[in-house]
């Protein structure tokens, strides 16, 4: 009798052994699953990341390019104002020689 009662009890132990084992495999399955998962997560926001980077440096050179256009149009509404101050002077010029002209 104790040696049935002793298989009895060794046969527990070892379904409960199994047991355990496959409830370790089944965490072993579930951590490589959510470190899976980790990973994804981690090259998405590394992607996002990179998308940032490229739209501030894009935003970065329209502000250039914009200050250069600003600069361009204040350097030509110079040069117009120039060129109408001289063709001032030459209307007065101009006026000057006519009324020279009539007497």
Do not use: C, H, P
């Amino acid at each position: 009798m104790a040696s049935g009662e002793g298989e009895a009890i060794v046969k527990q132990v070892n379904e409960s052994f199994v047991n355990i084992i496959a409830s370790f495999e089944d965490i072993d399955r579930y951590i490589a699953n959510e470190s899976g998962m980790v990973e994804n997560t981690t090259l998405i926001f590394s992607r996002i990341r990179q998308e940032m980077d490229n739209i501030a440096s894009i935003s970065e050179e329209q502000s250039a390019s914009t200050e250069e256009y600003l600069a361009i149009a204040a350097e030509q509404n110079t040069q117009i104002e120039d060129i109408y101050s001289l063709m001032q002077d030459i209307k007065k010029a101009s006026e000057n020689l006519q009324s020279v002209l009539k007497r």
